[in-house]
């Protein structure tokens, strides 16, 4: 049965939804001229059987970065692109430092004697049948953890291994010095836990995934029966994500000068990743006290926290991993635009995997594809945008954001003068619960706006009458406001290939995905060797109508950026972020920087200015009537000025390539940002350097300061 709804939204904007194949009719002015209407034409012109014929020649076989299958991608993706119509498409190459895995890795145990009880497995055992091609290769390491054997009769159960985790062992009077610390994934960036545990002592981490997390319903309903872990799988994953270790802060060309191995940022411990089932066989040997409720999880025994072994056992730890110099290839091509083809709207997505990349990065990749596709097309057709769009698949993403990190290095003069905008896609289905993005506050308005014009994929939402993406967004993530009348934004931090444009270069960056309900634990296969082409279209969404909703929203923005007359930044969104985060962390640190007598009367002036000065930039931006090229070009760069001008030169304290003074990673959980992070690092020390905070706080006013002047367009006031 054929059934559609025709659906008006905010007056002249009408909806026509098919329920049996999503359509997406907008009636809207033309955006670039001439007849067509190029929003109803690209929404109209995505196509999920093309994503999908994309989805399965990338997902075919594993693809870690580095590796031959790799860049044999990066060269088809290129003939690709060439083949649409794409300009000047380019393969970008960079000479990095890589770790592979080794054989063997794992854990063993030993009984009183010695004698081997327990062994660990490095691979995860086939359960599809047959099972997917190359699956015996995935081999389970963490990237660049040191080698070394470790063998030990103390090991420490420590949770998530967060900082309030290890504080909490702390107060039992429980040390993980010397001693094996097992840490279940989840909440933090592993490299965290790891460091935590490394910077207290510890000898080597095992990381595993909880069945509390990642198996929910029980070992007889997992994967390939549902989205769910088995007991073998086993999350790969990096321990650093900062670029390329050898050459931080500058591109890995070939003339780079390259810092000494024993100098780079690598963890001094080894590390080794393990599927639940193996975990089980460790943690019941576990004695001590009996673990907090918060921190039992899903396996059948007695969670302890050690750090003693029952029956005089020992646990061995062997890490064999390696680290070489490998070439890795971005991929990026252009659509020149006309008016001003020096202004850059990026769109960017990773192509490496662990494994097979069935969700991350590939669900992105294929409608990265299917974008470049119907913007081709569309350039074909007589479409032009104003403003030059560049499209980028990244390399080696999951080994620590490199590709990104060293392109956005290589060329960061011409970034920070000329890209607009950054909008990133990492993996496009975490599940099918809601649309989520991801985004600094720039960004909230004009990601809000194209939501409500994107169908909702979601056959049993719109029965209910919720229509768009935005509906059921808000319906089922409203925000703190009051009455929760805007949907939930979330943070984010060094997770994925937004790191060095937002944190580095100060280009307005954001992310998105439709995601799991509130409490959820999302992607239970991430980064395993399950994660494949029929995990995503059979059991995450079949038909890919999820697929075609993210890429249409990609789509819209990438249009509405590089087509706008004013570039639709939400300027007083972001400086009422910034008012309303300066009163929150007073709310955390008053107390200490009154102990230090400290004055922070300078800056909270700073902030109001810059609150003001946003106000003012917008009410003279919407009184212009028929601007000329000039007037807009004026405009749009000073909300282009806003970001950079919180960039320091000098980075922040101990973390030089992350110049932006206001957001950046926390120290805590890589995976999101902070506010004022130099200000919080010094504040949360155990005894903060009066001097140091003083400094972070002149610095911080001096850049809202050039914030607030940047949207004037005096040289002073």
């Keep these: 049965m054929r059934v559609s709804l025709v659906i008006t939204i905010a007056g002249s904007v009408t909806v026509m939804l098919t329920i049996v194949v999503v359509t997406l009719v907008v009636t809207l002015s033309p955006n670039t001229g001439g007849d067509k209407d190029y929003r109803e034409y690209l929404l109209n012109s995505i196509d999920p059987n093309s994503i999908n014929k ?60 010695g004698n081997v009880l327990f062994e660990s497995s490095n691979t995860q055992p086939p359960v599809d049948d047959p099972p997917p091609y190359g699956q015996d290769e995935i081999l389970s390491f963490n990237a660049f953890s040191a080698n070394g054997i470790v063998i030990s009769d103390k090991v420490v159960y420590a949770n998530y291994g967060s900082e309030e985790d290890f504080q909490l062992l702390a107060t039992y009077n429980i040390s993980v010095s010397d001693s094996i610390v097992v840490i279940r994934y989840g909440q933090i960036f592993r490299g965290d836990k790891v460091r935590f545990a490394e910077a207290r002592g510890a000898n080597g981490v095992i990381l595993y995934s909880d069945p509390a997390d990642v198996a929910p319903e029980g070992p007889s309903f997992t994967y390939p029966n549902s989205v769910y872990a088995p007991p073998g799988a086993t999350q790969l994953g990096s321990l650093r994500l900062q670029g390329d270790l050898l050459t931080p802060g500058y591109p890995a060309i070939e003339s780079a000068f390259r810092i000494p191995m024993e100098k780079a940022d690598l963890p001094k411990i080894p590390v080794q990743p393990v599927g639940y ?70 769109l960017g997505n990773h192509y490496d995997a662990w494994g097979y990349g069935g969700l991350d990065p590939s669900s992105a990749t294929a409608a990265l594809t299917e974008l470049v596709k119907v913007f081709t097309q569309m350039y074909r057709e007589g479409w032009r945008p104003r403003r030059t769009l560049v499209f980028c698949n990244w390399a080696a993403e999951e080994p620590g954001i490199i590709g990104s990190t060293e392109f956005a290095e290589q060329f960061s003069v011409s970034l920070k003068d000329r890209a607009v905008v950054y909008l990133n896609v990492d993996t496009l289905i975490g599940g099918n619960y809601s649309f989520m993005a991801m985004g600094v506050p720039m960004l909230h308005d004009i990601i809000m706006d194209m939501a409500q014009l994107v169908a909702n994929p979601d056959k049993e939402e719109v029965k209910v009458g919720r229509p768009t993406l935005y509906d059921t967004w808000l319906a089922r993530y409203p925000d703190d406001s009051p009455g929760g009348s805007r949907p939930l934004v979330l943070p984010f931090g060094s997770g994925s290939d937004y790191r060095a444009f937002m944190f580095s270069l100060g280009i307005p960056s954001m992310d998105m995905c439709f995601t799991v309900a509130p409490g959820e634990k999302g992607l239970p296969l991430y980064h395993t060797a399950y994660e494949t082409y029929k995990l995503n279209t059979q059991l995450m969404d079949q038909g890919l109508l999820f697929h075609q909703a993210s890429a249409r929203m990609w789509g819209l923005l990438a249009l509405e950026f590089s087509t706008r007359n004013f570039l639709p930044f939400g300027v007083v969104p972001y400086v009422d972020f910034i008012s309303t985060a300066w009163k929150d962390f007073l709310t955390t640190y008053k107390k200490i920087l009154t102990n230090l007598d400290v004055k922070t009367e300078y800056l909270k002036k700073s902030v109001t200015t810059l609150q003001a000065a946003g106000a003012d930039f917008m009410s003279r931006l919407n009184d212009e009537e028929n601007p000329d090229d000039l007037t807009i070009r004026r405009y749009n760069d000073a909300m282009m000025l806003l970001d950079r001008a919180l960039l320091s030169s000098d980075g922040l304290p101990g973390r030089p390539t992350l110049k932006h003074v206001f957001l950046a990673p926390s120290v805590t959980n890589g ?21 140091a905070v003083q400094e972070q706080i002149a610095i911080l006013t001096h850049h809202f300061l050039m914030a607030a002047n940047a949207l004037t367009f005096d040289l002073w006031q």
């Design 671 to 691: 995976y999101e940002w902070e506010t004022f992070p130099g200000l919080r690092d010094l504040l949360r020390e155990e005894n903060p350097d009066r001097r």
């Design 277 to 346: 089932h193996d975990a089980s066989v460790l943690l019941s040997l576990i004695g001590g006290d009996t673990a907090p409720a918060a921190w039992r999880g899903g396996l059948n025994l007695t969670y302890m926290v050690g750090p003693d072994l029952l029956d005089g056992s020992k646990v061995k730890l062997e890490v064999n991993n390696s680290l070489s110099r490998k070439t890795v290839q971005d991929v990026v091509g252009v659509l020149k635009g006309t008016e001003e083809p020096d202004r850059f709207v990026l």
């Design 54 to 113: 994309f989805l399965r020649e990338l997902t075919s076989k594993p693809h870690p970065a580095g590796s031959v299958r790799d860049r044999d991608l990066a060269v088809s993706i290129q003939a690709r692109w060439e083949g649409f119509g794409l300009e000047n498409v380019k393969l970008m190459e960079y000479d990095v430092l890589l770790s592979s895995p080794g054989v063997p890795n794992k854990f063993s145990t030993l009984d009183s004697g």
